[in-house]
């Protein structure tokens, strides 16, 4: 199963993401929690950093060498979760080369969707809760704005491809959840 959760910020990606590879027994793979991985005083976390307190995009050349790297681990051959990847057609188009040259191809496009207000008070409670540098007003904004424009038109390269679940975000973990399994469920 190669699956990729689409959605803003704070639609409950990671969460679902997570509920999902317990399920089915694939790895998560969390592009932004990669890139946090990366050691905050080392030179290239120095400069990961620079992009994600303010809101912008890692750049492709740091992003798509941490990904293909985790992709040719063991444990990834049978398929994985993508969450906040791909998050520009650009990067779409380089993972599905990389997937079609090893004869493999994405099978499912979660969309999460969710009001942008509600988005905006989920994000400002994680911010309490988890500390994280870049939920704050100002670069959750950025972050919103980042998806419209740059991660909004990668639903539509995939939903040419005839593979997008439309899932409402805007209800319980469980119910969300459910709609996934129910959605997966019809595909097959
Ligand atoms: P959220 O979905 O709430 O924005 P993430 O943990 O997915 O949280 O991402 C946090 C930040 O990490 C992004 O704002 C961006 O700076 C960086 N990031 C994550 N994934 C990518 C990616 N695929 N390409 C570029 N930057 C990324």
Request: contains cysteine; negative net charge.
């Amino acid at each position: 199963m190669w699956i990729v959760f689409i959605g803003p910020p704070g639609a409950g990606k990671g969460t679902q993401c997570s509920r999902l590879a317990d399920s089915l027994g694939v790895p998560h793979l969390s592009t932004g929690d990669m890139l946090r991985d990366t050691e905050r005083d080392s030179p290239l976390g120095k400069v990961v950093a620079s992009y994600i307190d303010v809101g912008r995009l890692a750049p492709d050349y740091l992003v798509m060498p941490i990904v293909t790297n985790r992709l040719a681990e063991s444990d990834c051959q049978a398929g994985c979760l993508f969450d906040g990847f791909p998050r520009t057609v650009h990067q779409a188009e380089l993972l599905s080369e990389f997937l079609m040259q090893r004869q493999r191809r994405i099978d499912a496009v979660l969309h999460l969707q969710v009001d942008p207000e509600v988005l905006l008070g989920r994000l400002l409670k994680r911010a309490v809760l988890q500390n994280r540098k870049d939920d704050n007003e100002e670069t959750i904004s950025a972050r919103l704005e980042v998806y419209r424009t740059q991660t909004a038109p990668v639903l539509q390269y995939y939903r040419g491809q005839g593979n997008v679940l439309e899932i409402d975000g805007d209800q319980s973990a469980d119910l969300v959840f459910h709609d996934i399994l129910t959605g997966l469920e019809s595909r097959k």
